[in-house]
């Protein structure tokens, strides 16, 4: 799932005038906290949000495992 799910995250260095930092990237993918306090998303899948969290720390793990 992760591959498909970041097939098109790719950091281009060289392209716009400011760098990437790949770690900090996924760091806030995974970093919700901000998320936590703001009412929780309606989910089309019919997930709660706790759920979802899940969902996207296992992708970005995967990712970073793979």
Sequence with gaps: MASEVF??????GGTYPYSHDKDLILKNF?????ADDDFDPF???????EFIK???EEAVNKYLNS
């Design 43 to 49: 989910c089309l899948h019919g997930k709660y949000w």
């Design 54 to 56: 899940e969902d996207i």
């Design 7 to 12: 097939a098109d995250f790719r950091l281009v």
């Design 30 to 34: 995974i970093d919700l906290s901000a």
